[in-house]
């Protein structure tokens, strides 16, 4: 409902006018991952889906949604429900000239499938003529990335160079 529900202090309005709709609307889903990124950011603001032009772009080939509303500034719920209808069952969905938000069924497969699609947003922005992949190969790639969890996977390496200890954020 908005509240803290441990500890003291504000709750971020905008993030729970945006998350809490999604995860209502998506049983599967335990957890989403939104951040303002330098290159989620300027990508979002291209309005265009991603293209199979890497390998980690395959990961979101036919998996990610357009929320396209000018809406960037989330006052309510409502605008949270909208984010949450267009992003369907689709683990990624680009906020128009908002940035880039994920949402699965588990926390480190959310939010290592966020860095791999701000690395994603990267690539598109920087190969602006990229020649795709066919969608039969970017499927098939796909099919292959995501048999073990990329998003867990990435996550799973972030911690490894980035945690002293490992065993307090990995189950």
């Known amino acids: 409902d908005g509240q803290v529900a441990e500890g003291k202090g504000p709750i ?4 729970y006018f945006i998350h809490h709709p999604i995860l209502m609307a998506r049983p599967d889903a335990v957890s989403a991952a939104h951040v303002h990124t330098p290159w989620g950011t300027p990508f979002s603001a291209e309005v265009r889906p991603i293209e199979p032009i890497s390998q980690e ?7 990610h949604a357009i929320f396209d509303d000018e809406e960037v500034q989330i006052q309510d719920t409502d605008g949270g429900k909208r984010i949450a209808a267009a992003m369907g069952s689709h683990r990624a969905v680009i906020l128009r ?3 880039l938000l994920t949402a699965t069924d588990r926390v480190q497969e959310t939010v290592g499938l966020f860095v791999e699609l701000e690395r994603v947003a990267e ?4 190969a602006r003529h990229a020649k795709p992949i066919s969608a039969e190969a970017a499927r098939y790639a796909k099919e292959d990335l995501t048999s073990f969890g990329p998003g867990r996977v990435v996550f799973a390496s972030l911690v490894a160079r980035h945690i002293d200890d490992p065993a307090v954020v990995l189950d």
Do not use: I, L, P, Q
């Open 12 to 15: 971020n309005r905008a993030a």
């Open 57 to 63: 772009s395959c990961v979101f080939f036919e998996d």
């Open 97 to 99: 000239n908002h940035g």
């Open 123 to 126: 690539v598109h922005m920087k």
